[in-house]
């Protein structure tokens, strides 16, 4: 009877070998079996159903939140939408193989710079099931092989959902789920650097901080999504209200979603008691600095805490500042480097946001919301990363590839 560290250590050695094997398989190989594993999904439907029923029974007698079960809770709809995903991972561009740089040294050496798979990657995931599937096609696109943890609040769904695409034909152990849920498996998976080439956690902040101190390999993460907006003097007003309604209000519970909003003191008294009446129709708590409030007087104050706070509900912080500088020093200090943007009629302030804002995105004129694989045109993404390597922003496919120099020649020897 093996152990649980012994057993989350054979998953690795098997995710290694499995690896090799994929890095052989062709562009047209890997898509055909994303297809198949999209069928598998279809087939699937009535056990992952079942699966998931179980998980919604004993995340109601857990008193889980309405939220917490929303994203918890599949049906034939979302389902019938996992398979599609799939399905569109395969028609996506593989990048593996692509030649990234081609040169000739005068010895007559030829150098390629090619993309080849990561290897191995493991991921620790919360709440939704279908990061499951998507995860691992992902993954399995770009000839990686996958080690899944999921939460324990979704063990039956996305034990339900792997064995569904471990019926596609993928090489064996291509794609493991660990079956164990308590804290040791977290601590063992980012332990065994001797399998995993890379860990990526999605979740909350307590997760990937776990994740961080105890991983001995390389971490893609992102801790908070405290985005801002700064609507800049030449903005265009009725522009800067529609983009702020919409970042704040499109989907508030996401990374992407706006939570400091910062404007300009020249037209802080025409802007603002525009914009409120904008946000009060969506329900929308308002906190503000004292100039706000001496404009937007029944508002809540702003604390020191605010600025540095990611809500992921329907409350903004508001604060007027008086110089493109101050705002961006602003953002630098209290943000996390996730996606911020400027609204500006005025190219040569928009360019010197751009510059020196330090976030993985950084927009003109667009909402916060566009800060997403699909909407970046990736077709899929694995998350978003607020590091600086090897990943930054939406992580796509390529995100998902290392590269290689291969090196042909005739004979040439080092004098």
Known sequence: MFTLRETIHQMGKQARKAAYQLAQLSSEEKNTILRAMASAIHEATPDILTANAKDLAAGKEKGLAAAMLDRLMLD????????????????????????????????GIEIEQIRVPIGTIGIIYESRPNVTADAAVLCFKTGNATILRGGSEAIHSNLAISAALAK???????????????????????????????????????????????????VIKHYDGICHLYADQSADLEMAVSLTVNAKTQKCG???????????????????????????????????????LAILADITPATEEDWSTEYLDLILSIKIVSSLEEAVSHINQYGSHHTDTIVTEDPTTAEAFLRSVDSACVFHNVSNRFADGGEIGFGAELGIST?????????????????????????????
């Open 76 to 107: 034939e709809k979302r389902i019938e939408a996992m398979a599609a995903g799939i399905d569109q991972v395969a028609t996506l561009p593989d990048p593996v193989g692509q030649i990234l740089e081609k040169w000739t040294r005068p010895n």
């Open 168 to 218: 596609a034909g993928a090489p064996e152990h291509s794609i493991q789920l660990i079956p164990f849920t308590d804290r040791e498996s977290v601590a063992t998976l980012a332990d065994m650097d001797q399998w995993l080439d890379l860990i990526i956690p999605r979740g909350g902040k307590g997760l990937i901080e776990t994740v961080v101190s105890l991983a001995r390999m390389p």
């Open 387 to 415: 590091d600086k390597l090897h990943a930054r922003g939406p992580m796509g496919l390529r995100e998902l590839t290392s590269y290689q120099y291969r090196v042909r020649g005739n004979g040439q020897v080092r004098g």
């Open 254 to 292: 996401v990374c992407n979603a706006l939570e400091t909003l910062l404007v300009h003191r020249e037209i802080a008294r025409t802007f603002l008691p525009k914009l409120a009446s904008a946000l009060r129709a969506k329900n929308v708590e308002l906190r503000g600095c004292a100039e706000t």
